[in-house]
Structure formats: structure tokens, C-alpha cells
């Protein structure tokens, strides 16, 4: 048993730290204070192999693996978690074309979705509730080779940026009046289908997070991503891997920062005439912090190890409640940590804490992944 | 146009403040600090890749070379991974202890090895003018000597052209410019470029590129001409001076301040 990176995974998290800070830590204050959203940093990301990590070289990937994927999102989400949130939905909804998708739609889309000059996004979530999939009220009616769609999709990232979204869509019901759902890909532009309202968020700025609108949208059928009809188990496949992992990749950026922040720190502030980290109370809030980082590391890459080798179960929910409810304890305890200096947002321990709290509902809350893994423990024990 | 780069990989810069000496020996001591491609050679590795995409990135090479011990290998796929076609790293006990006299000489004949093998002379060879931690200027420069090359160092902005090395180095008051013929040796600063950085495509591709290591006796050098015993400096005691000042404040009030900050430079005799 081994849990150590190789030397390559080692030298790609170098590269990508050495990009996250020169190109996004220096900005990332400032995208948070101005709510803005970097899209001139998607090619570079496109550039460094951030987009496409996990994508085959021949559709223009590095043809690299999760574990890798989620580096790239822990270095990304260190310096800005709300950059970080743009760049998973966008592997979420790639991921689905990926793993599902026709040969044609893979040539199609996925090269420029690798380089960055085409962000993707998935959407799930609608006004009625994100958790409860099977109530999607969204539709999609075929008529002949044309799906045409209906319906408004709320609290969607990459809403106001993404040139594909793949939509989960309602296209009908069994015999026992539970409906069949369908994953179809809209392109930006598609007539009738646009964004809505931006939403303000809290935190994780720095990506659009907002409503889509679908009125009338005629597609292609050859847009439908997998079988139709087999859109839930891939909108859960996805969410449940890609995205859970994703989250908690963020996660595990926001608690370096907050461990990193935490020592810097303590280290420098000089308090009855020495250093704050001479305190044994400051002491014991630094060891949580390390030790929520350390455990929810082990976590996530124990859960991307074993989807590389393709036997990943609810270890995915377990790292991403783990990792969340870890973040906002520890930006908590960073704030507690630096006093007043880390309630003025001078500081960036604020906005991890208001990105922390973000995190935890995306991509199902603490409860539901309490229930995944209650679920699959009740089985297995 | 054939390049070859010296990479000098060297304990982190960012990490200076855990760097010790020993007092004993008188070397760092670089245990527990992470190595790093010293950044002017990083420099000096972006210089090379763009001078060999402006003549025909096909039709040119660039190398890179460094002597150090085998752990810092990774530093070399690293400079594969930025883009260098082939690296050769120079690794063995008999190279420990080595001065910049016996580094450019080790340096050097492994140059005349690389050349011999392939075939052909390289139009330059690049390095960083002054590593991070021993920032003496001298091995670029000595490397050149051993080679009976022009040489030109802190060089901030390069050009080639015809066989012509245009060189721009920068004093304190005006920037000279320096032409020379290939072959040549130049040293540069860290602000001819912005070094690319490295990506998860240039890592994949780099698994592909050769990483060559050689022993002493494999360039045909031995221990009286290479490290510690080739050396003819002898360091004399090495430590850090006290560099502390003592703070003073003066005046309640702005007003009290400067007119009290007056008195100083006028008792000074400014």
C-alpha cells in the first residue's frame, strides 16, 4: 500500500502550483471584491493541461487520470475557489460527453473544450430543488429527429459562460407514472435558449452562477448525450464521481489555504513578546486544521485512486462531507486564529470561510451524502 | 540552431530562511530544502526554446546539461518538460566538493563528449550569469575559457542572426551592446524573459525524451581534475553578519518629528 504521489503527479502539482501562483493568486481578491469572473484565464488554463487533464490526447487531453484532475482543482481552489467551481462544472459536463457521448459529439466538442476556448457546463438544478432529480420539471418532446425543450434551470455555474451545456431533461414517464429522463447538449446561441439572472452570490466568486432558460429550444436528437431515456443514471454517475470528487478537491484547496495562511501567520503576529505559534491555544487550533486537511486529502485521493482503477463506491461522498464540513471548520478557526486581522477583508480568511460555506450544498448537501453513504455501509457491513 | 543549456538546480530561493551553513565545512546545508531549477537558468532555458522557435523549432535543438547529484534527475525531466529535446545529467561522488574551476571543467569536457557523440558543435550554450545560492558568476564565463569560446555575461536581451550574437547587457547607467560569432557562451539575468511554464502536456511528452547520466570516467574525466580535489578554492570561515539595526522614535507629534529629524542631518552634516 502505497500513498505517495509518483514523480509525475509530483512534477504536475508543481507546475500547476507554480501557474495558481503567478497567474491566479494575485488576481483573486480582487475577483472576489469585484465579482468577477477571469474568463481571459481559460485559454491559459486550456494551455497548462487544466481543462482537458482527463481527456484522451486524441480529442486534444493530456490523457491523464481523477487523481491528476483533482490536483489540478486543489492548486486551482488554494488561491480561488470560485475559479475552481468554473473549471469542474466544466469537467462535469465534459465528463458526461466523454463517458457517454457519440464519437461525433466527442470530435465535435471536446478538443475545444481541452484548449479552453470552450467552456462546458451541466445542468441539473431547477426552482423546484437541485437533490430531488427525479421532480425535474424541464422537458424535452422528440418530434421526428428534433427534441424540442421547455424549462428554466437555476443555481447553474458557468450559466452566463458555457459554449455546450449538457441539460437534463424530462422526456417522458413509465408505465408507472416515474419519469424518464434525458441528458441533451445545447449549444450557446441555440435560438430560445438563454441565460437568466445572474445570481449574487455569498462567495465562490469569480464564476457565473445563475439561471438558464429554455424556450422552445429545438436540438438535434443527435445532440442527446447517451441513450435516451438514461439520463438519470448518467446525471447521478457524473454528479456522484466527477462532481463530488471535484468538490472535494475544492475543499481541500480552501483548507491549504487555510493551513497555509494559519502558520504564516502565527509565525509572524508577535503577541506578549513572541510569536503567536509559541501559544499552545493557537497551537491546538493549527493541529485541527492540519488534521482536517490531512484526513480529507487521504479521502479524495484514496476515492480518485480507486475511480482511476474503476471500483470507486461512496468513497466520493465520504470525501466531499468530510472535506466540506472540514473547510468551514477550519476558515472558522483561521478567523478565530488571526482576530481582527482575520475579520477585515484586508485578509483572505473571509472569503474562505464565505467559499467554504458555498461548497457545502454543491453537488448534494451534508445530508445527502450522509444518506449515499449511509446507504451503501448499511449493504456492506 | 543547436543550444545547449547549463540547469543548475539548486536548494529553493523562497526557502533562504531555512538554508544553514555549516560551520565545520563551510558548505550549505541543503538537507530538508527543496531543489529547484535555479531561475536564471530557467531563464536561460526560455532564451533557448525561443531563439529555436524563431530559426525553425524542427530544425533545431536544445539541451540541456547539468552536474549534480542523481536526486535533482527530476530537475532535468522538468527542463524536458519546458520544452529541451535531450538532458544529460552529470552524477557521481568524484564530482562532489567541485569549485566553479572544477565545475566548468567538468562542464566542459562533458560538452566535448555531447558534441563528439552527435556530430556537431552547438551555436550557444546558455546559463544563468548567477545561481541563487552560490551567486558567483563564474561558471558560465570559465565553462566558455575551458571551450576556447567567446564568451558575454548578464545579458538581458539576446539575438542571433547570421551567425552573429547580438548581446544587450544592462550597467547601472546605460545598456551596452555586444556582438560576437557563434560559437558562444552567454550568461543572462532574469530579466530577458518570462519563463513559460511547465504543463501536464510538456510532462506526458517528456517521458519520451532521453536523460542521459554520466559518470566521471564516463566524460573521461577523473578525481584530480573533477570536485573537491580539482578545486583550488579553499573556503575561509563562512557566516552570517549581524545585520541588525537599532530603532529609535522620535517625536510625539509630526511637527516634533521633522524638526527633530532636522537636527539629525544637520548634526550629521548633510
Request: proline letters at 4%.
Amino acid at each position: 500500500m502505497d500513498f505517495n504521489f509518483t514523480e509525475e503527479q509530483v512534477m504536475l502539482r508543481e507546475a500547476f502550483a507554480q501557474f495558481a501562483k503567478e497567474e491566479i493568486a494575485p488576481h483573486a481578491a480582487e475577483w472576489d471584491e469585484k465579482d468577477y469572473v477571469p474568463m481571459e484565464i481559460v485559454p491559459k488554463l486550456g494551455e497548462m493541461g487544466i481543462m482537458g487533464v482527463f481527456v484522451p490526447e486524441k480529442y486534444g487531453g493530456v490523457g491523464l487520470g481523477h487523481v491528476e484532475r483533482c490536483i489540478a482543482l486543489e492548486e486551482v481552489a488554494r488561491y480561488s475557489a470560485g475559479l475552481a467551481m468554473m473549471v469542474f462544472t466544466h469537467h462535469l459536463g465534459l465528463a458526461a460527453i466523454l463517458d457517454y457521448g457519440t464519437e461525433e459529439q466527442k470530435q465535435k466538442w471536446l478538443p475545444g473544450m481541452c484548449d479552453g476556448s470552450c467552456v462546458c457546463g451541466l445542468a441539473v438544478t431547477e426552482p423546484g430543488g437541485g437533490s430531488d432529480v427525479a421532480g425535474l420539471k424541464t422537458e424535452a418532446v422528440l418530434d421526428g429527429d428534433t427534441w424540442t425543450i421547455n424549462g428554466r434551470k437555476c443555481f447553474i455555474t458557468n450559466s452566463h459562460c458555457a459554449g455546450v451545456t449538457v441539460v437534463t431533461c424530462r422526456t417522458g414517464e413509465d408505465e408507472k407514472g416515474r419519469p424518464i429522463m434525458s441528458t441533451i447538449a445545447i449549444e450557446a446561441g441555440t435560438e430560445g435558449f438563454k441565460p437568466g439572472r445572474e445570481e449574487n452570490k455569498m462567495g465562490l466568486k469569480g464564476s457565473f452562477t445563475g439561471e438558464l432558460i429554455m424556450d422552445n429550444v429545438k436540438v438535434p436528437l443527435s445532440n442527446t448525450v447517451g441513450e435516451p431515456g438514461k439520463g438519470m443514471p448518467i446525471t447521478m454517475k457524473e454528479l456522484g464521481e466527477v462532481g463530488r470528487a471535484s468538490m472535494a478537491a475544492i475543499e481541500l484547496g480552501i483548507l491549504r489555504a487555510c493551513l497555509e495562511d494559519a502558520v504564516a501567520f502565527a509565525k509572524e503576529r508577535i503577541l506578549y513578546g513572541k510569536p503567536l505559534s509559541k501559544l499552545q491555544a493557537i497551537q491546538f487550533n493549527i493541529a485541527e486544521i492540519r488534521c482536517d486537511y490531512e484526513a480529507s486529502r487521504l479521502m479524495l485521493y484514496n476515492a480518485a485512486a480507486m475511480k482511476d482503477a474503476g471500483k470507486v463506491g461512496a468513497e466520493f461522498s465520504m470525501a466531499k462531507y468530510f472535506a466540506s464540513e472540514a473547510a468551514v471548520r477550519s476558515a472558522r478557526r483561521l478567523i478565530e486564529i488571526m482576530g481582527g486581522y482575520g475579520y477585515v477583508n484586508e485578509y483572505p480568511a473571509g472569503r474562505y470561510l464565505r467559499d467554504a460555506i458555498g461548497c457545502v450544498p454543491s453537488c448534494g448537501t451534508s445530508e445527502i451524502q450522509k444518506m449515499i453513504v449511509a446507504g451503501e455501509t448499511l449493504k456492506k457491513f | 540552431m543547436n543550444i545547449l543549456v547549463l540547469i543548475k538546480p539548486v536548494p529553493d530561493p523562497e526557502r533562504e530562511k531555512d538554508i544553514r551553513i555549516d560551520e565545520a565545512s563551510g558548505r550549505l546545508v541543503r538537507d530538508g530544502i527543496p531543489m529547484v531549477i535555479d531561475p536564471e537558468s530557467r531563464n536561460a532555458l526560455e532564451a533557448a526554446l525561443q531563439l529555436a522557435e524563431k530559426s525553425g523549432r524542427e530544425q533545431s535543438c536544445v539541451f540541456a546539461l547539468a552536474m549534480a547529484p542523481e536526486q535533482a534527475k527530476d530537475k532535468l525531466v522538468e527542463a524536458l518538460a519546458m520544452g529541451a529535446d535531450e538532458a544529460y545529467l552529470l552524477s557521481d561522488k568524484a564530482f562532489g566538493g567541485a569549485d566553479t574551476y572544477a565545475t566548468s571543467r567538468t562542464l566542459a569536457q562533458a560538452v566535448r563528449k555531447i558534441e563528439e557523440d552527435k556530430g556537431f558543435a552547438f551555436d550557444l550554450i546558455l546559463a544563468g550569469t548567477s545561481s541563487s545560492d552560490g551567486g558567483t558568476s563564474h561558471v558560465a564565463v570559465q565553462t566558455a575559457e575551458w571551450l576556447k569560446r567567446t564568451h558575454i555575461s548578464n545579458v538581458c536581451s539576446l539575438d542571433v542572426n547570421g551567425g552573429t550574437v547580438t548581446a544587450i547587457k544592462r550597467s547601472e547607467e546605460v545598456m551596452l551592446t555586444f556582438e560576437g560569432e557563434e560559437p558562444a557562451v552567454v550568461g543572462v539575468t532574469r530579466d530577458i524573459n518570462k519563463p513559460r511554464f511547465v504543463t501536464a502536456v510538456g510532462i506526458i511528452k517528456a517521458r519520451k525524451k532521453p536523460l542521459t547520466i554520466w559518470s566521471a570516467e564516463e566524460i573521461g574525466t577523473c578525481g584530480d581534475l573533477t570536485g573537491l580535489e580539482g578545486s583550488p578554492t579553499k573556503p575561509g570561515r563562512l557566516f552570517e553578519p549581524e545585520q541588525g539595526r537599532a530603532g529609535e522614535a522620535i517625536g510625539d507629534t509630526p511637527e516634533a518629528a521633522a524638526a527633530e529629524i532636522l537636527q539629525i542631518i544637520r548634526k550629521a552634516g548633510l
